[in-house]
C-alpha cells in the first residue's frame, strides 16, 4: 500500500498542482467575497497603482470586502509557495530535458518575492499606511511578478511532437 508521503514524493509535480488548486479554490471564495459587494476582486485592487483608486475600491468593498481582502492578502503568502513550488518544479523538469543551466528554476523563486512585495504593499495600504506609495509598489510589484510567470509558462509548456 502506498502512503501519500510516499505518493508525492514520487509524483512531486503532480502533489504540487493539487496543493496550488486547493489554495485557488479558497483563495477564489475570498474574491468572490470581495466581489459581492459590489467591488472588484482583488488583481484590480494589486493594479489600482494610485491611492484615489486604491481608496475607491477600498470603498467600494466597505467592511466585508476590506475583511476578505485582508484574509486573502495574509493566505498569499501560502498561496505564493504552492504556485513557486509547482512553477519551479516545471521549469526544473524542462531545463533537465533540455540541458539548461541549473538556475533556471529560481526564476520562480523571483516571482514568489515579487508577490511577497506586492502582498505588503497591499497590507499596508489596507491599513491605511502611506497609501500612495504602497499602492505604487503593489502595481509595481505584479507587474514584474505576471510577466515572469508568464515567460516561466512559456518555458515549462509542452512542445509540440515533430511529424515527420
Do not use: C
Not at 78 to 83: A, C, R, V
Amino acid at each position: 500500500m502506498t502512503t501519500p508521503l510516499a505518493w508525492m514524493g514520487r509524483n512531486p509535480i503532480a502533489a504540487a498542482t493539487i496543493a496550488y488548486v486547493g489554495y485557488s479554490a479558497v483563495m477564489l471564495r475570498l474574491d468572490n467575497q470581495m466581489r459581492a459587494t459590489g467591488g472588484p476582486g482583488i488583481v484590480p485592487f494589486e493594479l489600482a497603482g494610485t491611492a484615489a483608486k486604491a481608496e475607491e475600491i477600498l470603498a467600494r468593498w466597505g467592511e466585508i470586502g476590506q475583511r476578505a481582502a485582508r484574509q486573502s492578502m495574509w493566505l498569499d503568502f501560502g498561496y505564493m509557495t504552492t504556485y513557486g513550488a509547482l512553477l519551479g518544479l516545471l521549469i526544473d523538469r524542462r531545463r533537465r530535458r533540455r540541458g539548461h543551466p541549473a538556475w533556471l528554476p529560481a526564476m520562480a523563486a523571483v516571482a514568489v518575492a515579487g508577490d511577497a512585495i506586492e502582498g505588503v504593499a497591499l497590507i499596508r495600504v489596507l491599513d491605511g499606511q502611506n497609501i500612495a506609495v504602497n499602492a505604487r509598489t503593489a502595481q509595481i510589484a505584479p507587474s514584474i511578478k505576471f510577466a515572469i510567470i508568464a515567460v516561466a509558462l512559456g518555458y515549462s509548456a509542452p512542445t509540440p511532437l515533430k511529424q515527420n
